[in-house]
């Protein structure tokens, strides 16, 4: 239980760190602010979580290790994970999540040789600064307060994760002119239709223009 206390933390700030720095690269290639959130509450950068819980799993027994040696592990860490999440993201949303393809060096436009290098940096950093004073810093959290705060984010996420599924589907649905045939795919074209969607996920639709 205490693995999973930590992993989930690690997750929680990874995913956060990962909205924060998606959000700064958008907003220097568009000078608008765009949401990069996997879901629709909160700022979480799925990718970026998963990816943190590998790096720390995996670099768990390198913290000796040369700084070559922690990059190259965490360069194709990191660029494996991204690879999964775009394409299961893909695979549950219906749409493309982030894209690549104009950039160099891409794989299937889900990942790119400069991010790539950015998941190499990451992991030393985290490796020889962060992962020390993150664990500092979890262990001055009471023990009980820790675990009260996991449950209610927890439960959060799990909710956070059912709603935004079930609004992209319907979503979906609505560009294919299908419509609702019960009260939750209502509720979910009142609540989340395409103009409050369009603010949470915006390459959700120009993923859609693109395939017109």
Known sequence: MENFYNYFWIFIVGSIFGWFVEVIFAYIKTRKFQNR????????????????????????????????????????????AEYIMSWGMELIFGFVVWDYSKRPLNIHGRVC???S??????????????SKAFSFFIGLIPTKLGYQLLIILLIFLILDAAI?????????????NIQS???????LDKHYNDQFLKKRYP??????????
């Not at 943190?52 to 799993?57: A, E, P, Q, R």
């Not at 290098?117 to 962060?130: E, H």
């Open 37 to 80: 959130s996997s879901l629709l509450y909160g700022p979480f950068g799925m990718a970026y979580g998963i990816g943190s819980v590998f790096l720390n799993w995996v670099l768990g027994s390198f913290t000796d290790s040369s700084i070559i040696t922690i990059f190259v592990i965490s360069f194709l860490i990191g660029t494996i």
């Open 113 to 115: 040789f400069l991010y």
């Open 117 to 130: 290098l950015f998941w190499g940096i990451l992991g030393i950093v985290w490796v020889k600064y962060i």
């Open 164 to 176: 935004s599924y079930l609004a992209v589907i319907r979503s979906n649905n609505r560009n294919k």
């Open 181 to 187: 045939r019960n009260n939750l795919e209502s509720f």
């Open 203 to 212: 390459q959700m639709f120009e993923y859609r223009k693109e395939q017109i």
